[in-house]
């Protein structure tokens, strides 16, 4: 599946956007609110991906919170939200357990929805309690700060878990992918007990890999030191994902540095979007 | 009464902040460092404290609170916090979040405690702080008994007329001292207007003119009238705009706007800015690197109807970080401290904004000591259609948005125009403020929104002089009413002429037809920005300010905006051209003190070694190897990678070349190249040139090092230069006679360029004060730096190439036309004690031939990997080629010259590439100068030849190790 001779050439250069293909694209709630900054790469990705996203301001959003189960796909984007004052991605969860606890809880149990939290939108799941455990309110693990104490912007490889059945990850299990971290705040960590919750239950999704391609706790490959190498985790149903890389940032083969010597090798951050939009057209 | 939380980490490993103290510490009293996150809550009961602490301010999973007690035992504890006034930009998230919760703040305040254990007594750990520069004196304080209010007590502001009129000569300079910066003849003009006015200014009046007239803001030096050795010659702007304004085929926009704006393609347009930010830097470098950053990203925005901001740059010049203590002015801080703060600064608002920082460079001369060279650019897109300078027309309406407005940056513009003193950091402390990027961040959200619905009818940002600035040029052919008692404040108790001319960030000014201003709001109010409806402009051809009911500055637009003399001002070839090149090598003598990092500018040079070194008498390898060492090690060849990882390089994903690429992401590229439009595959490139040394031999020549070195660059990825526009920025010293003499001819040079290329200058900004003054009256003079920024179009960006080689086996070629004996200004000279007076010099016409050759077989898809030469010259370039590519090289120079200087000769223009072979590279470089030099090996070892005979050998890791340490000691990981 990674290694793709490009079976979705960038649909936006060909000009498509024919009507009736429009009305069945599932609908992706990007979330901007103050600080937010990598929502236009995410739009990006899932329209590329087959999917229409629209951008939604979280002040329009607490107006109406009802809005949000018109969307299939709930996506945090990454950024700063509200500075990261205090920690990261903590006020605008606050803000969302305070507002939304309840549609949001109803968006989840639905089956045809899909959530998606990357980096920061990743540090505001784990704060709000979506993840690992679905429990709105509750904070189980927690993203501290990188052990080298400051961000680190660089590309580090990944291996998608093969135990986890979640249906963004559906046929990639057992890859390993390139895909850029940068964050400050990214170092996965949480009490043995809830540790061994979440490897038991198979919610982890990704884990930062060395060169050789073995999971490891060695500086710069995992990058910020997290236990267990953790990059990524889902909940038990697999339709909340969470992860600290940012696979919408390769989702053309340029964005590679070394796309020049990617021989015929498609964007490995593509087959995320398109297992997301491929699942809640199904679903 | 105030709650205090305090919230510390549950396991002690994993207190960096604490940690990263303790490493610092050389002390071996202190055994433990520990910090404690403070909040102070106003307004609200402890049990509600209490809640927010749980809910809000710490995270039972690895931190544990305290209210209204420590949180731990022990120790010696120093608190520091951000002075009374000086906007903490988390205090209005920590107030949003609360709300949020239910919890109605009046007030709140985050700051640090550090518990210092060991053998220690109060009084050391206060100095300690200070030694370890936890502290900014400009911004912070050590908090010693705890405050009761964070409320800032309102006091009213008032105006005051000034007895201008009546005051003699040295009156008039006294009051302009400090303050506005104005000299005497400029002081005389303005007091002749008020005497024709038959009455005194007001403080507002004087500071909107002051502000005005600034060399910052109207450029007198670069407008003046000029005696060059006795020769009038035409004003430098004129000259510039003229040569420029010949090769507008790309032009939408230059000079007249917040930056250069070119065609790009589908109707969309490229612009580009860059600014220096020395002066607020050199005192409070977080503070000023950010403000720098937000300021030239809003230059962005203010241009036409509104640009997105998509990319920004940094260059930097510091003295090297070993400065010996005792070399370092009364007034200045230390460079290793100026170095870290700055780049802390780029990182926390580019990142915060979502801005990547693609490009940039770090150089280190002892001369800049005094003050660093702090340079930011901003690029961005904007619809071709929206792209023209707006003026506000009658009956529009004044919006102030963003931020409100404090004391924090009063006196910048004034301040930047001023030499830097001794008394610089008391005196001008306002200058200085902290940037908040989420201010900014939704800002622009907002902007570009009310841009696309067209609801903005003219935009200006507030950048140096404020509202005065920004509103004044908005209105300077109609006229405006404003008042300021409307304005929005941080704290009560400004007077009108502060908020008049308050720098304070993150502010724009919006003229926004009457018919449009609720949609206008609302839409604001929608991202949580903030507007403020301070008037309209109204045809009166005035600059009227109230506030409220009292008129405070009533002046006539025509003399606010031309009233300024034009200056007539000489320039004097220097006399003693020799003696100005011994003080510049007696400065530019690297630190003979041991330091205790030894780790900086490689170890030193042997005296033995420095007699053979430049002399081409090199013997031994190991003599050779350890010289290399020492030129890759050198502040301005070593890898800055260490830096670039701290900033977001990639975030939007439009970065289709990275500072940093090749099979080991380790090597170094020229250029960056980004994708503003992620469905198209359109291109833009960026980059730049500057060189930190080479103006103080000859200014002509130096600044042509600096513009072909851009240029070369720009080419080196596949740029092409026939599409390209230039940004030029001169950091000058004061303009007395003889600096104004080598500005002259670096303007010159950078005309020279513009005639050879074709190609026009389409923005650019002077900061002419670089120059010291200390207590006892000695002068240092800053180097004088053009950094020239180039950036362009390319219709396809997979036609583009990187610097690092991609297969074993191919041939390797020198490109271009060096000049060999010119080694002045060479890291080589510098490490090996060469005494050199010879810039290296270029033929620009054939230049234009090799840029177009090069650019040519990039597109054709010819060549494999091209890198240009700069600094550390030819060597550096093939062994940066190889740290990308994982691979090595064998050279053999087939030529009489003197090896040493072959290889670290620094004439740019000149091009290492990869060809798959020789027989190709023949034919593809035929009509060009070319060198074939070798070929790439699969072993990672750089071996050099002569006419066949075998000068040395090293291997890649080596030297990437000596190229990498400098970087790597200093913000400690790769």
New interface residues.
């Given amino acids: 599946m990674l290694v793709l001779h490009e079976p979705h050439p960038n649909p936006l250069l060909k000009g498509e956007g024919n009507r009736h293909i429009m009305k069945s694209k599932p609908k992706i709630l990007i979330l901007k609110t103050d600080g937010i900054n990598c929502d236009e790469e995410l739009s990006f990705a899932f329209s590329l991906a087959g999917g229409q996203p629209e951008y939604l301001h979280i002040n329009e959003l607490r107006k109406k919170p009802s809005r949000l189960l018109d969307y299939q796909i709930l996506a945090l984007a990454g950024g700063f939200s509200y500075g990261d004052d205090i920690a990261s991605g903590k006020i605008l969860a606050a803000e969302m357990t305070s507002f939304f606890s309840d549609t949001i809880q109803k968006f989840i149990q639905r089956k045809d929805t899909l959530t998606i939290g990357i980096c920061n939108g990743f540090q505001v799941l784990v704060r709000t309690g979506l993840l690992p455990f679905a429990k709105v309110g509750s904070m189980d693990v927690t993203l501290a700060n990188n052990n080298s104490g400051h961000l680190e912007c660089r590309w580090i490889k990944l291996e998608i878990e093969t135990n986890n059945t979640s249906p963004f990850l559906s046929n990639l299990g057992g890859k390993q992918v390139s895909y850029q971290v940068a964050h400050g705040e990214g170092r996965f960590f949480t009490d043995e007990k809830t540790l061994k919750k979440v490897e038991d239950e198979n919610l982890v999704s990704l884990r930062y890999v060395d060169d050789k391609g073995k999971v490891t706790q060695s500086y710069p490959a995992n990058p910020n030191g997290s236990l267990n190498s953790i990059a990524g985790i889902t909940d038990p149903t697999g339709r909340i994902f969470g992860l600290m890389p940012h696979p919408e940032r390769f989702v053309l083969k340029e964005q590679h540095p070394n796309w020049r010597r990617l021989n015929g090798e498609g964007p490995h951050g593509l087959p995320i979007f398109q297992n997301a939009v491929k699942y809640v057209k199904q679903a | 009464m105030i709650q205090t939380v305090r919230v510390i980490n549950k396991n002690e490993n ?1 207190d ?2 604490g940690k ?1 103290i303790l490493s610092e510490l050389a002390s071996t009293k202190v055994s433990n460092v520990r910090s404690v996150r403070v909040y102070r809550l106003e307004g609200v009961s402890p049990t509600l404290a209490d809640k927010l602490a749980q ?3 710490s ?4 931190q544990a609170y305290a209210l209204n007690k420590p949180v731990i035992n022990g120790g010696q504890k120093v608190e520091i916090a951000y002075k009374p006034g000086v906007m903490n ?2 205090v209005a ?2 107030i ?2 609360a709300r ?3 919890i109605k703040l009046m007030a709140a305040d985050a700051s640090w405690e550090y518990y210092f254990y060991g053998k220690t007594k109060k009084e050391e750990i206060v100095s300690l702080a200070q030694q370890l520069n936890l502290l900014n004196q400009t911004v912070e304080y050590i908090v010693d008994d705890e405050p009761k209010t964070l409320l800032i007590k309102p006091s009213k502001g008032h105006t005051a007329i000034i007895p201008l009129r009546k005051m003699s000569e040295e009156e008039l300079m006294t009051l302009s001292k400090d303050k506005l910066f104005l000299n005497l003849e400029e002081m005389k003009v303005v007091q002749n207007y008020f005497q024709k006015m038959r009455r005194d200014p007001t403080d507002c009046e004087l500071e909107t003119l002051a502000q005005t007239w600034s060399e910052h803001c109207a450029h007198k030096t670069f407008k003046a009238e000029l005696i060059v050795d006795g020769k009038k010659k035409e004003p430098l702007i004129k000259r510039l705009q003229k040569e420029a304004l010949k090769h507008d085929k790309n032009i939408v926009s230059a000079f007249v706007d917040n930056s250069g704006v070119l065609e790009f393609y589908d109707g969309m347009s490229i612009c580009g800015k860059v600014e220096t930010h020395n002066s607020p830097s050199a005192i409070e470098p977080y503070g000023g690197a950010m403000t720098g950053s937000g300021g030239v990203f809003r230059d962005i925005l203010g241009t036409g109807l509104g640009g997105k901001t998509i990319a920004s740059t940094d260059m930097f010049c510091f003295a090297p970080v070993d400065l010996k203590p005792d070399n370092l002015p009364p007034g200045c801080l230390p460079p290793e401290y100026l170095l870290k703060r700055v780049v802390t600064g780029v ?1 926390d608002y580019g ?4 801005i990547p920082t693609n490009n940039g460079s770090v150089h280190f001369h002892p001369d800049f000591r005094a003050k660093p060279t702090i340079i930011v650019g901003a690029y961005g897109t904007i619809p071709t259609r929206k792209a023209k300078k707006r003026k506000a027309k009658v009956g529009e309406i004044v919006v102030a948005i963003g931020g409100k407005t404090g004391r924090d940056g009063i006196h910048g513009a004034t301040f930047s125009s001023g030499e830097m003193s001794h008394r610089t950091i008391s005196v001008n402390s306002s200058a200085v403020q902290i940037g ?3 201010e900014e ?2 800002m622009f ?1 907002a902007l570009i929104e009310a841009r696309d619905l067209d609801l903005i009818a003219s935009i200006q940002d507030c950048g140096a002089g404020g509202f005065s600035s920004a509103i004044g040029e908005m209105g300077e052919t109609i006229g405006v009413k404003v008042d300021l008692a409307k304005a929005p404040l941080k704290y009560q108790g400004l007077s009108p002429w502060e908020i008049w001319i308050s720098e304070s960030q993150e502010r724009m000014v919006v003229a926004v037809d009457k018919t449009k201003l609720k949609k206008f709001i609302v839409l604001c ?4 920005v903030e507007t403020a409806v301070l008037g309209k402009f109204d045809g009166s051809k005035k600059l009227r300010v109230y506030y409220g009911k009292e008129l405070v500055c009533n002046l006539d637009m025509k003399f606010l905006h031309h009233g300024l003399p034009q200056r007539t001002m000489t320039a004097r070839r220097p006399e003693n051209k020799t003696l100005e090149l011994i003080n510049q090598s007696s400065l530019s003598l690297p630190p003979k003190q041991e330091s205790r990092k030894k780790y900086w500018i490689h170890d030193q040079v042997g005296d033995e070694n420095k007699t053979r070194a430049g002399t081409g008498n090199l013997l031994s390898e190991q003599e050779w190897v350890k010289i290399l060492q020492q030129v890759v090690s050198h502040g301005n060849v070593c890898s800055k990678e260490p830096i ?10 439009t ?4 500072p ?4 080991s ?1 380790q090597g170094p590229m020229d250029a960056a190249v980004v ?1 503003p439009l ?4 359109y291109g833009m490139i960026i980059s730049h040139g500057l060189n930190p040394v080479l103006n103080n031999f000859d200014a002509y020549l130096g600044s042509l090092w600096a513009g072909v070195e851009a240029l070369a660059n720009y080419v080196s990825v596949g740029g092409d230069y026939k599409q390209a526009g230039l940004i030029n920025n001169y950091i000058w010293p004061f303009p007395d006679e003889e600096s104004l003499w080598t500005l002259d001819r670096s303007v010159d040079a950078v005309v020279d360029i513009m005639k050879a290329f074709k190609i026009p200058v389409i923005s650019g900004k002077d900061s002419l004060s670089s120059t010291y003054r200390g207590p006892e009256g000695e002068v240092i003079k800053i180097p004088p730096v053009l950094c020239m920024s180039v950036f362009g179009k390319i219709p396809d ?2 036609r583009t ?2 610097t690092d080689f ?1 297969q074993s086996g191919s041939a390797v070629y020198l490109i271009g036309q060096q000049d060999v004996k010119a080694m002045a200004g060479s890291v080589y000279a510098e490490v090996s004690g060469l005494n050199d007076s010879h810039v290296p010099t270029n033929d620009l016409q054939l230049l234009t031939k090799v840029f177009a050759n090069i650019h040519h077989n990039i597109k054709t898809g010819s060549l494999l990997a091209c890198h240009d030469i700069s600094e550390g010259g030819l060597i550096t370039t093939l062994f940066e080629m190889c740290v990308g590519g994982e691979l090595g090289v064998a050279i053999d120079l087939s030529n009489k010259e003197q090896l040493d200087y072959s290889l670290f000769n620094e004439t740019v223009g000149c091009f290492v590439v990869e060809v798959e072979s020789k027989a190709k590279g023949e034919k593809l470089f035929k009509n060009i100068p070319h060198t074939f030099l070798g070929n790439t090996t699969m072993g990672q070892l750089i071996s050099i030849k002569q006419n066949k005979k075998s000068v040395f050998h090293v291997e890649v890791e080596k030297l990437k190790k000596s190229w990498q340490k400098p970087m790597v000691s200093l913000f ?3």
């Fill in positions: 994993e960096l902040r990263g809910k809000l301010l995270e039972d999973i690895n930009p988390e998230s920590i949003k979040a949020d919760l239910g990182r990142n915060r904004m979502g908040n990027a989420i961040k939704r959200d109010d929608k991202y949580n670039i990882r701290q900033y977001d390089h990639t975030v939007q994903g970065n289709v070349m990275p940093f690429a090749g099979l992401l994708r992620l469905n198209k595959p960006v997979s190439i990187t991609k400690g990981t790769v």
